[in-house]
């Protein structure tokens, strides 16, 4: 690989990519390469904190596996060099050709969590929706977008991030922000230190639970009872803010009535624990109003009444008091950079985007489709076909549910499209591969509406035979004739500065202070006061009656899951999947050697009783059935109070075994359409009981 930094010794300050977060960063170089990475003590997110995957980027970034110059497919099924300019005029000609026989929406593109966001994702579905074509994908299907659509149904927006650091009580839901957010385990160690509570909500005793006040182990699936009996709690005390409800809630009494149901007795009996442990959370509760914050975690979203379970846990922090106050949940304003999707939405609503009959509420809320539906489009199942799709920053092959059924959606296409640094799963299903830029090889902005905060990365390397994803975007589309009109920009940075005109900070004001430059320092908080909540009725919606023509009640309800109703003998264990390993980052991250020596593969979490019970043995391999594939792995046996009795944890974004064979993507949530990857049915079986 053939590189070179933009100086040739020194630090540079910019911003770790390697996931969402942003931290701050210096990047030393020595003699032309990089050659560490230490955290900025100045930057607001970290604080000086750099976590492994940041720290090793370095490694990623100059792995000798990285991907270099661009690769055709051959009928036999090679890979084969190619130059950008020719693979670039044949990816042209193919989708003109598509168009002409099927019409501008049989092409599509799709982005992952690892360009996700702001302007990478962004190029993505302007240049889709200037070809003409509604459907862009991304990973929001699998991700925050149920959170988004739950919160957006109460209160008309998303307070991410809570206000962790002084908040008196922080409750973590399917969460463990130990590995997969440490700026915001960092935020709640500095509120512990000054008194805060941390209570965690989790099957699983997580690093997070370890360090909790008070840990509750509750049954997967069983989240929207316990909130309902805090719910019911707050209400029977007389504490809940009861200005708050009478002054700006809509709805209060449909859900206080049904709260009713959720006692002490009741919810124990459902979720598992204790009552007294319980009372215990109520006193928790009673002591922290109203700085009491919930943070949602991705499990909620990955089952199939996640919509109603974070409903409930929005509703309960308004009743605690907690909207938009210091220690609270923020009501964010948005950052207004100039739009880089400006294309007229009702357009593409017209020309059925995959998923918007289905999901209305998805696309209404996303203006993005629902990948999962798109995969039955590329099999040809679907309203009309999709015949193409460019993929970037993705592998859905292992990230999807129904791997099997991804991979053979991929294969059924006429023009496939990858971009990726490291050869994937995916990737090696395109006709071509063009080589990504990594993080470090670009300079993008990043926004932190939470303290309203604008900062530029910077790029520091130059590598050979990469294309970033602007350059991709602007050159596809300028031989496809609309380049002129939607990607006008010569480079990123003229972009950047496009991006930045409505806010009036320039491009040198943003090198200049590499921590970032705040837009409005003045913070109002509780909002609502002076401007109503972005919701039909103006208030926040405890209850709201227009979901009821998408088939769901009005006010969030428990639903009892299907395995506490009656144990199924053909799938009798419960599959938690995807839990998050500090190092890994879904499929990446795998080639890092010294990662690889931590974690050399997969491995199911299994309770000591249920490996009894099987006769397996800690490390031995087993098979394990659902009712739409099978894997075998390795088991590992967890000492009682690790995991509950019955479940088996096992995570995602591995080749070999692919945990996504298992989990299917017809059980979904029937608003979101998001699939249940977190209580799947299976069966573990001896290889050798199951050989005879
Ligand atoms: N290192 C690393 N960091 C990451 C990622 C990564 O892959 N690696 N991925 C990033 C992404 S895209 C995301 S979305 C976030 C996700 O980040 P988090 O939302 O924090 O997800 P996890 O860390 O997997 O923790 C989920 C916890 O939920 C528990 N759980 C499972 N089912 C239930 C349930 O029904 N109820 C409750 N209460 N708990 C349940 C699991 O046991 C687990 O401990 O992480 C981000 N950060
Ligand atoms: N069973 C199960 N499945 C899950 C989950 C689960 O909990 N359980 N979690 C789901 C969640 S929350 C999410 S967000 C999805 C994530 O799903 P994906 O977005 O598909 O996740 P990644 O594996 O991170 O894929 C990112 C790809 O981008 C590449 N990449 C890295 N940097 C760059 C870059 O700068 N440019 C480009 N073009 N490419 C780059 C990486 O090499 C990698 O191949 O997975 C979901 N899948
Ligand atoms: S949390 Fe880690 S990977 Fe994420 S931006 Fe910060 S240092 Fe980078
Ligand atoms: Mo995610």
Request: net charge neutral; glycine share 8%; charged share 20%.
């Amino acid at each position: 690989m053939q590189s070179k930094t933009v100086i040739d010794n020194g630090t540079i300050h910019t911003l770790c990519r390697q996931c969402a977060h942003h931290c701050g960063i210096y990047v030393h170089i020595k003699d032309g390469r990089v050659t560490r990475i230490s955290g900025n003590k100045c930057h607001h997110e970290n604080m000086g904190m750099v976590c492994p995957k940041g720290r090793e980027a370095p490694q990623w970034v100059y792995h000798s596996e990285r991907l270099t110059g661009c690769l055709k497919r051959t009928s036999n099924g090679n890979f084969t060099a190619i130059s950008y300019d020719d693979a670039l005029d044949e990816i042209a000609r193919k989708m003109m050709d598509i168009r002409d026989r099927s019409g501008a929406r049989a092409m599509s593109a799709w982005t992952g969590e690892a360009i996700g966001f702001l302007q990478q994702e962004a190029y993505a579905q302007r240049f889709i929706h200037a070809f003409g074509s509604p459907n862009f994908f991304t990973a929001d299907s699998v991700c925050f977008a149920l959170r988004l659509m739950a919160y957006q149904t109460c209160q008309g927006y998303w307070s991410y991030p809570p206000d962790f650091e002084n908040a008196s009580m922080t409750i973590l839901w399917g969460s463990n922000p130990a590995y997969s957010h440490p700026p915001f385990m960092q935020r709640i160690n500095r509120s512990r230190r000054r008194g805060g509570k941390l209570v965690v909500v989790d099957p699983r005793r997580s690093v997070a639970a370890k360090k909790a006040d008070l840990f509750l182990q509750v049954r997967p699936g069983t989240d929207a009872a316990l909130a309902l009996c805090l719910i019911r709690f707050l209400i029977h005390e007389k504490i809940y803010d009861q200005d708050f409800v009478a002054l700006y809630g809509h709805g209060f009494e449909e859900l206080a009535a049904y709260a009713e149901k959720f006692t002490l007795p009741y919810v124990a009996q459902q979720t598992g624990v204790s009552e007294q442990l319980l009372v215990q959370m109520q006193d928790l509760m009673l002591q922290s109003l109203p700085q009491c914050v919930s943070f949602a975690g991705i499990s909620l979203e990955h089952q199939t009444n996640g919509f109603n379970t974070i409903r409930t846990i929005a509703s309960l922090s308004a009743l605690c008091g907690a909207i938009d106050i210091q220690g609270g949940e923020p009501w964010n304003m948005d950052i207004q950079v100039n739009p880089l999707n400006p294309l007229s939405d009702s357009q593409f609503r017209g020309m059925a985007p995959a998923g918007y009959a289905r999901y209305p509420l998805f696309y209404d809320v996303m203006r993005k489709c629902h990948s999962l539906t798109g995969i039955d489009y590329m099999l040809g199942k679907g309203e009309y076909p999709i015949e193409g799709l460019i993929f970037s920053g993705t592998n859905p092959v292992l990230t999807n549910p129904n791997a099997n059924k991804v991979a053979k959606a991929f294969s059924n296409l006429d023009l496939l499209v990858a971009r990726d640094p490291f050869m994937t799963e995916s990737a090696g299903l395109a006709h071509y591969i063009i080589p990504a830029a990594s993080f470090l090889e670009r300079s993008e902005l990043h926004v932190y509406p939470d303290i309203q905060r604008v900062a530029l990365s910077q790029k520091v390397l130059d590598v050979e035979d990469v294309w970033d994803e602007y350059t991709f975007w602007h050159d596809l589309a300028h031989r496809l004739g609309f380049g002129q009109r939607y990607f006008p920009w010569e480079d990123e940075s003229a972009v950047n500065r496009w991006l930045l005109e409505p806010i009036g900070v320039s491009l040198e004001d943003l090198v200049s202070h590499p921590e970032g430059v705040n837009i409005d320092d003045r913070v109002t908080r509780q909002k609502f006061k002076t401007r109503p909540f972005p919701t039909p009725s103006g208030k926040f919606e405890f209850s709201s009656a227009h979901l009821e023509p998408l088939g769901c009640s009005p006010h969030p309800v428990y639903k009892v899951p299907d395995y506490l109703k009656a144990r199924a003998s053909e799938f009798p264990l419960r599959m938690i999947s995807g839990t998050r390993k500090a190092i890994y980052y879904h499929s990446r991250f795998h080639e890092i050697e010294k990662f690889k020596k931590a974690i050399p593969g997969a491995q199911a979490e299994i309770h000591a009783d249920d490996a009894a019970a099987l006769g397996i043995q800690d490390g031995e391999i087993v098979r394990i059935f659902s009712r739409i594939g099978e894997i075998s792995i390795p088991v590992k046996i967890m000492e009682n109070g690790k995991i509950l009795k019955g479940f088996i944890e096992i995570p995602h974004g591995w080749n070999e075994p692919n945990v996504n064979c298992l989990t299917d993507d017809r059980d979904v949530d029937p608003v979101g359409g998001f699939p249940n990857l977190k209580i799947v049915a299976v069966r573990v079986e001896k290889i050798s009981s199951s050989m005879s």
